[in-house]
Nanobody
Framework: QVQLVESGGGLVQVGGSLSLSCAAS????????LGWYRQAPGGQRDLVAT???????NYADSVKGRCTISRDNAKNTVYLQMNSLKPEVTAVYYC?????????????????WGQGTQVTVSS
């Protein structure tokens, strides 16, 4: 069984910074892409950023220049550094692992979500 555990959320003031991390654990052979989505109250779950195993990244237009995604393939961990935070980015941030290959007890490829971590930016 694969699990994603997020950490680093919390309360921060406008203009501040926050770093999120998400570690995938289990009998993982490889992960194609890791990323972050966010869901504000009453809203849909939207892409923030993704990073592929080779290092290529993809950002939502709304976060370009204010967020940096990175990953440690050896640790199956993805990070999201967020700067110059504004109240409108308040949301639950979800980690996603795409194309996770496990071989025990059988070969399987599947996507997984984390439980989410709350990020609140106060003015």
């Amino acid at each position: 069984q694969v699990q994603l555990v997020e950490s680093g959320g919390g309360l921060v003031q406008v203009g501040g910074s926050l770093s999120l991390s998400c570690a995938a654990s289990g009998s993982i052979f490889s992960i194609d892409a890791l990323g972050w989505y966010r869901q504000a109250p009453g809203g849909q779950r939207d892409l923030v950023a993704t990073i592929f195993s080779g290092g290529a990244t993809n950002y939502a237009d709304s976060v370009k220049g204010r967020c940096t995604i990175s990953r440690d393939n050896a640790k199956n961990t993805v990070y999201l550094q967020m700067n110059s935070l504004k109240p409108e980015v308040t949301a639950v941030y979800y980690c996603i692992a795409l194309g996770v290959v496990t071989r025990i007890p059988e070969y399987k490829v599947k996507d997984y979500w984390g439980q989410g971590t709350q990020v609140t930016v106060s003015s």
